[in-house]
């Protein structure tokens, strides 16, 4: 156990934040009050429980922040999100600034009150949905330029202006502009994809501005162990107050996306928090954190929820099957979840086959509280010294015994 408790003071409003390259002098700016705090670390493994601080209220960490890419997870409203125990969103920064336009959202006086969501937010950069554009963008040193899906106007974005669009929101963490790959891609596309993302990283710090969120630095390099390495290295020097893994969970196998984990999260900041992107899946997340990751974000249960496909205790139903009809059981007796306590299984399915709107609520409602109730275990897992037993009953009761293999190891 930690003697007392680790904590990372990363930056307070009284205080200031101290970003340290180096080669280079000192840069100081004040900066929104966030914090990390390690709590226990797991004997077994490098899990840890922790907690992030921010002007909006903490989160507990390992955490899952569900992903409401418009300002809104789809169906929910926030006090839904509250009472299923959702402690922080996700929020998109290339849709909302396409619409209704970052400015907009500001002078309404930010994204949290815009949205009535009182708790922590993450900004993505857009990054990820720019790339995915394809022959809609093309890509510079200076930055992207990329025409919106909504009505083909074209758009230029910088990594200065990302953090500028992000500041505007009011967000708690930002993200730095980067490139997600596609997988596979050859390494000789990869290098310089990397190197200038790293670049483009150095800027949006050198842009900060005080009272700025957090500014999370975004670790690429595709699935080759030296450029990733190098792409962690670079930006642990300039120094950020947390660090994202980005550009897995995009096709490659579930192996390689491990590996690419067990290169790069001990190169990382102990006393910094670390963000998987876009992933996963329960077991995804349960290996990631027996490797040191903190927290993570993924549309998977929600769009789950909408597509008919349930998360329970003993694996994945399909509530649309003929053998639900008449099951008059809810989804998962062992649920406790809004849905599970008043609805069974034959009217979830006959609402999805209704196409009613209600069928997407309740579906969310159940998925994402099985993901919260997911981590809470985890977290008394970890805190509890039991890391290790509680992935062996989970994959035991979800039939993935052969499926998945931790990457268990001490922590001394």
């Known amino acids: 156990m930690v003697q007392g408790r680790q904590a ?3 930056s307070e409003k009284i205080r200031l934040f101290t970003v340290t390259n180096h080669r280079h002098e000192s840069r100081i700016c004040e900066v929104m009050a966030f914090r990390f705090e390690i709590i226990k670390k797991d004997s077994s493994s490098q899990a840890r429980l922790g907690r992030v601080n921010t002007d909006h209220g903490s989160f507990s960490t390992p955490a899952f922040l569900p992903v409401g890419t418009q300002g809104s997870v789809k169906s929910l409203t926030p006090e839904e999100l509250v009472e299923i125990g959702v402690e922080a969103i996700l929020g998109n920064t290339y849709h909302l600034y396409l619409r209704p336009g970052h400015e907009t959202i500001g002078r309404l006086g930010g994204l949290h009150i815009f949205t009535h969501w009182e708790k922590p937010i993450l900004t993505d950069s857009g990054g990820f949905q720019i790339f995915s554009l394809g022959s809609l963008r093309k890509i510079s040193e200076e930055g992207v330029t990329f025409q919106s899906h909504l009505d083909g106007s074209s758009h230029f974005l910088t990594p200065e202006k990302v953090v500028e669009i992000q500041r505007v929101l009011g967000t708690d963490i930002a993200m730095v502009l980067d490139e997600c790959v596609p997988y596979p891609s050859p390494y000789e596309y990869v290098k310089p994809s990397m190197e200038r993302t790293s670049r483009w990283a150095s800027r949006s710090l050198q842009s ?13 390099g595709g699935v080759h ?3 990733r390495e190098e792409s962690a290295r670079a930006l642990v020097e300039m120094g950020f107050q947390g660090y994202a893994i980005g550009g897995l969970s995009v096709g490659e196998p579930k192996s390689m996306m491990m590996d690419v984990l067990k290169w790069t999260t001990p190169l990382l900041p102990k006393d910094a928090p670390r963000y ?9 997340m349960i290996n990631a954190v027996s490797l040191g990751i903190d927290f993570f974000d993924c549309v998977l249960p929600t769009r789950n929820a909408r597509n008919g496909t349930l998360f329970t205790s003993s694996g994945k139903i399909s509530i649309k099957q003929a053998r639900y009809a008449e099951d008059g ?20 399915r006959h609402l999805y086959l209704a196409k009613e709107i209600l069928s ?7 998925n994402l509280y099985y993901y919260m109730n997911l981590l809470v ?10 890391l290790l037993e509680f992935y062996q009953s989970h994959t035991s009761s979800q039939g993935l015994e052969t499926e ?9």
Do not use: W
């Open 8 to 10: 990372c003071l990363v």
């Open 276 to 284: 998987l992107m876009g992933v996963g899946t329960p077991e995804d």
């Open 225 to 227: 162990r030296d450029l």
């Open 404 to 412: 998945c293999s931790p990457p268990f190891q001490s922590n001394g």
């Open 377 to 386: 275990k985890m977290r008394e897992a970890i805190r509890e010294g039991r």
């Open 208 to 220: 900060r501005r005080e009272n700025d969120p957090a500014l999370f630095a975004i670790v690429q």
């Open 360 to 366: 997407s609520r309740l579906n969310t409602i159940h």
């Open 329 to 348: 059981r809810p989804i998962d007796e062992t649920c406790a979840c809004y849905t599970c306590r008043h609805y069974s299984r034959a009217y979830l």
